[in-house]
């Protein structure tokens, strides 16, 4: 199985701030890597799909990047609605695999 | 616009059976791939099974393999996820969730709001 590490697990920072996420892949997975928001209590919500294409409708403040193995998620002005849990998925192969999460705080 | 509707969670013993269901609407069910995602308490997500669009495919996590079986009915947009011989460690919500491609690699676009299985004595 293709082991996804995300880090941090949990951050703080203020309104305004930029924040940046990592995912470590265990093998090559080209781009075939998605990331996901989850607010407390809802269902994940897709922001990044094939490592860098932002999802319809998802605000441009958000980005990924990367391939291979190292892949990056950023948000460039932190909101007080991007309060979530962010996760990184990968679908290069069977069984699909999450990352950890990384909880988002506001300092 | 696309809905997705779990149900069938709930409380059931070790050992014992449960039957969820995702019914659809808002979209050509029969084209595209669906699986299943779960949570446990307080912790992260967890693929869980993948069928194709016409349901001659599907994928298992190794943690369920030979106890769940994911099915469905394109005539009742409705998705099936039947689980066997539950164990604790089974306890999640469990979410259903579109693929956005047919090939159904695994590109969660829509997802339900999820139902809650607990697998307590």
């Known amino acids: 199985d293709i082991q996804m590490t995300q880090s941090p697990s949990s951050l703080s920072a203020s309104v305004g701030d930029r924040v940046t996420i990592t995912c470590q892949a265990s093998q090559d997975i080209s781009n075939y890597l998605n990331w996901y928001q989850q607010k407390p209590g809802k269902a994940p919500k897709l922001l990044i799909y094939?490592?860098?294409n932002l999802e319809t409708g998802v605000p441009s403040r958000f980005s990924g990047s990367g391939s291979g193995t190292d892949f990056t998620f950023t948000i460039s002005s932190l909101q007080p609605e991007d309060i979530a849990t962010y996760y990184c998925?990968?679908?290069?192969?069977?069984?699909?695999?999450f990352g950890g999460g990384t909880k988002v705080e506001i300092k | 616009q696309v809905q997705l509707v779990e149900s069938g969670g709930g409380v059931v013993q070790p050992g014992r059976s449960l039957r969820l269901s995702c019914t659809a609407s808002?979209?050509?069910?029969?084209?595209?791939?669906m699986h299943w995602v779960r949570q446990a308490p307080g912790k992260g997500l967890e693929w869980v099974t993948v069928i194709s669009y016409e349901g001659s495919n599907k994928y298992y996590a190794e943690s369920v393999k030979g106890r769940f079986t994911i099915s469905r009915d394109n005539s009742k947009n409705t998705l099936y996820l039947q689980m066997n011989s539950l164990r604790a460690e089974d306890t999640a919500i469990y979410y259903c969730?579109?693929?956005?491609?047919?090939?159904?690699?695994?590109?969660?676009?829509?997802w339900g709001q999820g139902t809650l299985v607990t697998v307590s004595s």
């Open positions: 998925q990968q679908y290069d192969n069977f069984p699909l695999t």
């Open positions: 808002g979209f050509t069910f029969n084209t595209y791939p």
């Open positions: 969730a579109r693929d956005r491609e047919i090939l159904g690699a695994g590109n969660f676009d829509y």
């Open positions: 094939v490592a860098s």
